[in-house]
């Protein structure tokens, strides 16, 4: 999702209406040029005010006895408690790097129900991981061969002349040993019991009734196997159909690199009654996605800074030298808690406007697939799957009509030339020394017309551009960019998706089908679960120094998670883009009601703003009871209703339109807020895609 730096324009006085420039809390019973309203406020900004129950629930951990000293492996609540945050305000966040910060109107008080699970359900707990797993360690001349991450703990290094790889038998995922032990770690892992975590997501959604947990509400499980008889060294394995590749087959969930310490988030098939859960697993072995394994390194991406991990539980309480020395466990968990499981996962904020084009919002998307094929490339139904694209982007929002188109273009000439210039990442401009954007202006020109005559050719719909480079060159120097998704540079306003394929990439695994599903869940809001927001800090952070250890966040049932775990949009990022909606199709029905009243046709449209102000009375009541799809698909019927009794009335309802307000801006705009980095910085900034230290984890054995 890197985002081109243009300069800053004012945006129309009806956008910023329609958009949030006014952060107002409709009032109950406003009494309106439209008779009296209960939830509809003309011009106003909606917002809806949620307590949200989050549950806590400690298996495996004991709290600390009464006067007694928290031991650093100690879960204590109150310590914890001081990590986590009151309330949270989503943003839109790449439109607020423009300017103020821009509301969405999803506004949440949590309310922490802290639960310690009884022994008798931390027995059946762990006695199902026990029966519902399988050891994959073995011992071969002395040496225990473990999964990737657990052989670099025990040597704590990545040197292969100390961390040998074999294959058993017709086995595809190999195994690691460690030659020379570290004398460093508090204890060498001798084992890698693999249990599915998706099994291990549902068992607790479905027992957590025993100790009157409600995993319809938001639920974090800490589960901590440690110190038990029947401990087991353990990870949590992914091999199931939703790991494989679309296009190429490549099964990432085989991969060594993709055994981890957390999941949850897998949707559920009725959304009225969703499950919410996320377990999170100290004890497990480390894993390789957040470098849990290095316990001796401080700087782990070379920029200089400290970088927080989360090491084993029985790191934590030792004397030796680790990045785990003079560290509570309550603290750790508390800050994972609050930067994964609040901010990335359960209220996350939206990475650009859900509107896309208010106050019209759209009624018809179609995914609009433009493949630039190059000569000798790999042939294009090899690696693109039109319909299934569009129809996981379609979940995000299912009260509309969708389609899809795909043309292709020789990737040569002028398009060769510009495509060019989007590498090597990062580089001088050489293509376009006047703009602000250093890699790709000269392509965005010539997208640009090309995305004003589709509007005119098919006007009615809203067209997703989905560019797809399909480069034959294996000298192309990519070095692992799968997408972007540009915005214009002007106003955060999304503009377009850019998805690369090599000869290097398609080798690694990689077609076009997932990652335009993933670059088109940015353009329609989705952010990463490893970047985002801390509303109350007014930070905004990626897996870098001190948050580091928020690549725990791509543990979860999303394709916006970087491990190709996942094909489909999981529970969170459908709660959260129907909590969007629901918001937005209210705040653009009041947009709508400004216009109306401008217009002077207040009595034409009057009798359907009092029946759609009652519909999204019923929006607001099934958002309460976190039935958001409901909520949503209520608000949508609710705007529909207003939209088309004000254009039958003759008021003129516009959409913003980026590709009409775009001009030439220069270098003097750049906005300095923007890094190059993923450290936690003070308000809304643009960032690369990714490091490369994402990137070497994406492409991870």
């Known amino acids: 999702m ?16 329609a958009c949030g420039s006014n952060p107002s809390q409709p009032a109950p019973g406003t009494d309106t040029a439209f008779g009296r309203l209960n939830t509809l406020n003309p011009g106003a900004q909606a917002s809806i005010d949620q307590k949200l129950k989050v549950n806590i629930v400690s298996i495996g951990y004991r709290p600390t006895s009464p006067g007694q000293v928290v031991g650093p492996r100690d879960l204590n609540f109150d310590t914890m408690k001081q990590e986590l945050p009151a309330t949270y305000q989503t943003i839109n966040r790449y439109p607020s790097f423009y300017g103020n910060n821009e509301l969405t109107g999803n506004n949440f008080e949590f309310d922490y129900n802290f639960v310690s699970a009884s022994a008798a359900f931390e027995d059946e707990f762990f006695k199902f991981l026990t029966d519902n797993g399988s050891e994959q360690a073995i011992v071969q001349d002395g040496v225990t061969y473990l999964n990737i991450s657990s052989a670099y703990y025990n040597c704590q290094t990545t040197n292969s002349a100390v961390v040998k790889r074999i294959y058993v038998g017709e086995e595809e995922t190999p195994l690691y040993g460690c030659l020379q032990p570290a004398g460093n770690v508090a204890r060498q892992i001798t084992g890698n019991y693999e249990v599915d975590g998706e099994k291990v997501e549902q068992w607790l959604a479905g027992n957590a009734g025993k100790i009157g947990v409600d995993t319809t509400e938001h639920t974090i499980f800490l589960i901590n196997w440690y110190g038990r008889p029947d401990f087991k060294f353990h990870s949590y394995t992914h091999e199931r159909a939703d790991s494989i590749e679309t296009d190429t087959g490549e099964d990432f969930g085989a991969r060594s690199s993709r055994r981890t310490v957390a999941w949850g988030g897998t949707p559920s098939p009725d959304q009225n009654n969703a499950r919410r859960v996320w377990f999170y697993d100290q004890s497990a072995n480390p894993d390789y996605w957040t470098d849990a394994w290095n316990i001796s390194s401080g700087d782990l991406d070379g920029d200089g800074f400290y970088d927080k991990r989360m090491p084993p539980i029985w790191e934590y309480g030792t004397r030796k030298a680790s990045a785990a020395y003079a560290e509570k466990i309550s603290k750790d968990l508390g800050l994972v808690t609050r930067y994964v499981g609040i901010n990335l996962l359960f209220t996350p904020s939206a990475l650009y406007r859900v509107a896309l084009t208010p106050p019209d919002m759209p009624e018809h998307i179609n995914v609009d697939f433009a493949l630039e094929q190059g000569a000798g490339a790999v042939p294009s139904a090899n690696v693109i799957q039109p319909q299934v694209a569009q129809e996981r982007l379609s979940v995000l929002n299912p009260f509309v009509q969708w389609s899809n188109s795909l043309r292709t273009t020789a990737l040569d000439g002028d398009l060769a030339d510009a495509y060019r210039c989007f590498f090597p990442l990062p580089t001088d401009d050489a293509c376009s020394p006047d703009y602000a954007d250093p890699d790709g202006e000269r392509f965005f020109q010539l997208a640009l017309q090309e995305i004003r ?33 540009v915005n214009d ?23 076009f089908t997932d990652t335009a599903v993933h670059e088109g869940g940015h353009h329609l809001s989705q952010s990463h679960p490893h970047d985002g927001y801390d509303s109350e800090r007014n930070e905004d952070y990626g897996p870098s120094g001190d948050t580091w250890f928020v690549n725990t966040g791509d543990e979860v049932h999303s394709v916006m998670s970087y491990n190709n775990l996942a094909k489909v949009f999981g529970q969170f ?37 009092q029946g759609a102000d009652q519909t999204f009375q019923s929006a607001v009541n099934a958002y309460q009871n976190r039935q958001y799809q409901r909520a949503a698909q209520l608000a949508h019927s609710g705007y529909r209703a207003v939209l088309d009794a004000a254009r039958a009335a003759g008021v003129s309802v516009e959409g913003y339109k980026w590709y009409d307000r775009v001009d030439a801006l220069n270098t003097q705009n750049v906005k300095a807020r923007a890094v190059n980095h993923m450290r936690p910085v003070q308000g809304p900034t643009q960032r690369p895609e990714e490091t490369p230290a994402l990137r070497a984890k994406r492409l991870a054995p």
Do not use: C, W
């Open 2 to 17: 890197h985002m081109k730096h243009f300069g800053i324009a004012l945006l129309s006085a009806s956008l910023l209406a």
């Open 453 to 485: 005559a589709r509007a005119a050719q098919t006007p009615g719909q809203y067209n997703l551009p989905t560019y797809l480079f399909n480069d034959s060159d294996p000298e192309t120097p990519n070095f692992g960019l799968l997408g972007q998704a």
């Open 489 to 511: 540079g002007v106003t955060g306003t999304q503009t377009m998706t850019l998805n690369f394929l090599t000869p290097d990439l398609n080798g690694l695994g990689y077609g």
């Open 573 to 609: 990022n459908r709660d959260a883009q129907y909590r969007y909606l629901t918001t937005a199709y209210m705040t653009n029905t009041n947009a709508i009601l400004t216009l109306t009243q401008n217009a002077g046709k207040v009595d034409g449209v009057r009798s359907a703003v």
